[in-house]
C-alpha cells in the first residue's frame, strides 16, 4: 500500500512517501528552529503560518523524488494529535482535502504512536513486544508496547517532560534553543564531578518521572558560580548526567518488571549520543536489545506519520469527509487496528 503521510503537530513540517512493500521512498523535512530561536521556544501561531507555507511545496517534492503521481497514491495519513492546534489544523485540511481531491482513503494519526513505530522504519527493526521509552519536548514514557495500538502507560513524568527541562535549562545558561544539543555540546568540555545533580524520585519505587528538582538544582548552581564558559560546560554535564542516568534507572526497572528484552528509544531526546551510549551499556547489563530510529527519525518527522497510518489503512481504518485536531489525545486511548 503506497501511503503520503504529513506531519505537522508543532515547528517541523514533515512528509514522506511510504509503501508497505518496498519501504520508505522519500521523504522531506523542514525545521522551523531558525524561526522560534530567537523567542526562546516554539510561538504557535507563527508555527501554524509557516506550515502553510511549506507544506504543499514539500509535497510535491516528496511525490517526485518518490516518482509517485498522486494517481498512485492508496492512501494519506496526517497528524492529528497531540500537539498544537492550529498546527495540527493545517496538516488535517491538507491532507483530507487532498485525499478528498484525490479519491483516496485518510486516515489521523497519534503523533506519539508514530513516535513509538519510528524504529520500524530501519532495516533490523524490534519484534513485539517490546517496552518503549518516549522521550521527547512534550513527553516523557514508558510504555509497554504489546502491539499496533496495544500501549500500557507504565510511567510518565509528573512535571516538565525531559525535553523541555534541557530547553529550560539551556536558556538560563544563557545557551540556544532548541536547548537539547546546546546541553549536549557544553557538556563536551565540562568537568566530571564539579558538580552533583539529584537524580529525581528514583530513591523510591515506580516507574514515573520528574524533572523539576533537576531543573532547580541547576538553576541554583547558574546563580551561586559566575557563568563563564568553564561553569556553564560543568553544569551543562552534570544536568545531562543526571537527565540520563534517571532514564536510565527507570528504564532498568521496567525491563525487570516487565521482562521484556527489548528496549526501544524515541523521540528527539533520543538522538542524544550520551543517552545511546549509557542505555546501550544497559542492554548489555540486562541482556537485552536496544532499538533507535536513526537520527533524522528522532525529531518529528512524516516517515513515522506514514508508516503508522499505513499499518491502520491497510486494515480498512479510515476517516469520514470531516477533519479534526485533537491537542490533546491519550495513547492509551488508541486500540488496534480493525
Known sequence: ???????????????????????????????????????????????????????????????????????????????????????????????????????????????????????????????????????????????????????????????DAVGEAFDKTAKLLGLGYPGGPEIAKAAEHGTPGRFKFPRPMTDRPGLDFSFSGLKTAALLASQQHALDARTIGDIALAFQDAAIDTLAIKCARALDDTGHKRLVVAGGVGANRALRARLTQLGVERHAEIFYPRPQFCTDNGAMIAYAGAMRLQAGEHEGLGFGARPRWGLTDLSPPH
Do not use: N
Open 1 to 159: 500500500m503506497l501511503v503520503l503521510g504529513l506531519e505537522t503537530s508543532c515547528d517541523d513540517t514533515g512528509v514522506a512517501v511510504f509503501d508497505t512493500s518496498q519501504g520508505l521512498l522519500a521523504h522531506r523535512l523542514y525545521s522551523q528552529t531558525r524561526l522560534h530561536a530567537e523567542y526562546g521556544g516554539v510561538v504557535p501561531e507563527l508555527a501554524s503560518r509557516d506550515h502553510i507555507r511549506k507544506l504543499l511545496p514539500l509535497i510535491r517534492e516528496v511525490l517526485l523524488e518518490a516518482g509517485v503521481a498522486p494517481s498512485g497514491l492508496q492512501g494519506l495519513a496526517y497528524t492529528t494529535g497531540p500537539g498544537l492546534a492550529g498546527a495540527l489544523l493545517v496538516g488535517a485540511a491538507v491532507g483530507r482535502s487532498l485525499a478528498y481531491a484525490w479519491g483516496i482513503p485518510a486516515i489521523g494519526v497519534h503523533h506519539m504512536e508514530g513516535h513509538l513505530l519510528a524504529p520500524m522504519l530501519e532495516p533490523e527493526p524490534p519484534a513485539f513486544p517490546f517496552l518503549a521509552l518516549l522521550v521527547s519536548g512534550g513527553h516523557t514514557l514508558l510504555v509497554d508496547v504489546q502491539g499496533v495500538g496495544q500501549y500500557r502507560i507504565l510511567g510518565e513524568s509528573v512535571d
